[in-house]
C-alpha cells in the first residue's frame, strides 16, 4: 500500500471544517482565558436582607438545611395619601407576631442587654425591626423600669416608628397610677419626631388595665389584662383590646407560651397581636407600642431575678 500523503492547502482553497461530536457528547472549546474566571453572579451585600422590589409579592428563598433560615421580607406597599410614612405595611393587615431575640452574653451571664425583636405579619413575613436604645446602667441597676427609645426599621433599614418611654421613680403600683407621675406610659411615634398617640397605665385595684390615646392623650381604647399576670404560666395570656365605652372587643394582644426552657431561662418572649383590618393605622401602631410597655411591665423581670 503506497503511503498516504499530507494534504496540502491550495491557493484559494477553504480550511478543512472541524470534526463535529457525535450527538450527546459536549462540544469542545477552548478555556477561559486566563485571569478572567467564571462569573457566577455578584454576592449579596453583607447585613442587606434579601427582598422583592417595591410593589411586588415578597420572594420565597430557598432555606439550605444545616444554615439559617433566610428572612423573607414583607413587599413595601406604595404610598397612600394621608397616611405616615411606612405605616402603609399595617394598612395590609390585622395581625401581627412580635419575637424577642435571645441575647446569649445575657442567658450566661445575665448582663442586663437591650432588646431587640422581629415583627412579623400571619405569613411569616418579617415586617418591621426593634431595636432598644437604653444606658447601661439604667438597664442593670432600674431593670424593666428603665427608659428608653425602641427603634422600629422596615427592611430597608429606615426608621418608622419610635416609642419613647421616659424613666420614672415611683411607678408600677396600680392604686397609684391615677397620678402621671407613678403611671407607666409610652408614647409612639411615626414617623419620629411626630407623636400619633400614647399607651398609659390607668388607676385599679388589682386587673392591669391601659388607655390608648391620641396626639392630644384623648383615650380612644381600653386594654385590660388578665386578673393574674403570671411569669413562666403554661399558657397564653390575653389582654383585651376594648372600645373607648368598653361596649365592643376591638382587638387583643397575646402573650405566648414559648416552652419551659424558654421562659425559665430567658426573659425573650413572643406576642401577638389582632385587630381589625379597618383600624386607623396610627391606632395600629400605637397598639404595637402597647406590647413593647407590657412586656417591660410583666416579662422582664424573670431574668433578673434569676441573678
Not at 472541524?18 to 469542545?28: D, F, K, R, T, Y
Not at 386578673?227 to 376594648?242: A, L
Amino acid at each position: 500500500m503506497a503511503d498516504q500523503k499530507p494534504v496540502t492547502q491550495q491557493p484559494g482553497q477553504q480550511p478543512p471544517q472541524p470534526v463535529q461530536p457525535a450527538p450527546g457528547q459536549p462540544l469542545a472549546g477552548p478555556p477561559p482565558a486566563y485571569g478572567q474566571p467564571q462569573q457566577y453572579g455578584q454576592p449579596q451585600q453583607y447585613g442587606q436582607p434579601m427582598q422583592a422590589p417595591y410593589g411586588q409579592p415578597g420572594m420565597v428563598p430557598m432555606n439550605i438545611p444545616g444554615q439559617p433560615p433566610v428572612v423573607q421580607w414583607m413587599a413595601r406597599p406604595q404610598a397612600i395619601p394621608g397616611c405616615p410614612q411606612g405605616l402603609e405595611y399595617l394598612t395590609q393587615i390585622d395581625q401581627l407576631l412580635i419575637k424577642q431575640q435571645i441575647e446569649i452574653l445575657e442567658l450566661f451571664t445575665g448582663w442586663e442587654m437591650a432588646n431587640k425583636y422581629k415583627v412579623l405579619n400571619n405569613q411569616g413575613q418579617q415586617v418591621f425591626f426593634a431595636a432598644e436604645e437604653s444606658e447601661t446602667c439604667e438597664r442593670q441597676c432600674c431593670g424593666p423600669n428603665r427608659g428608653f427609645n425602641l427603634h422600629i426599621t422596615d427592611n430597608t433599614g429606615q426608621e418608622i416608628i419610635k416609642c419613647v418611654r421616659e424613666f420614672k421613680c415611683c411607678v408600677g403600683c396600680c392604686w397609684c397610677a391615677n397620678a402621671d407621675g407613678c403611671a407607666h406610659e409610652i408614647a409612639v411615634e411615626a414617623p419620629p419626631g411626630t407623636v400619633v398617640g400614647y399607651v398609659r397605665q390607668e388607676q385599679s385595684c388589682w386587673t392591669p388595665h391601659y388607655s390608648i390615646r391620641d396626639a392630644n392623650h384623648e383615650p380612644v381604647l381600653n386594654i385590660k389584662g388578665p386578673c393574674c399576670v403570671m411569669n413562666g404560666c403554661c399558657w397564653d395570656q390575653e389582654f383585651i383590646v376594648w372600645s373607648k365605652d368598653w361596649t365592643a372587643e376591638v382587638g387583643k394582644l397575646s402573650k405566648q407560651w414559648s416552652g419551659f426552657a424558654k421562659e425559665y431561662f430567658t426573659d425573650a418572649d413572643n406576642f401577638g397581636i389582632t385587630f381589625p383590618m379597618d383600624l386607623d393605622v396610627k391606632m395600629k401602631a400605637v397598639m404595637l407600642g402597647a406590647v413593647f410597655l407590657i412586656d417591660f411591665m410583666f416579662f422582664e423581670q424573670k431574668q433578673n431575678n434569676q441573678h
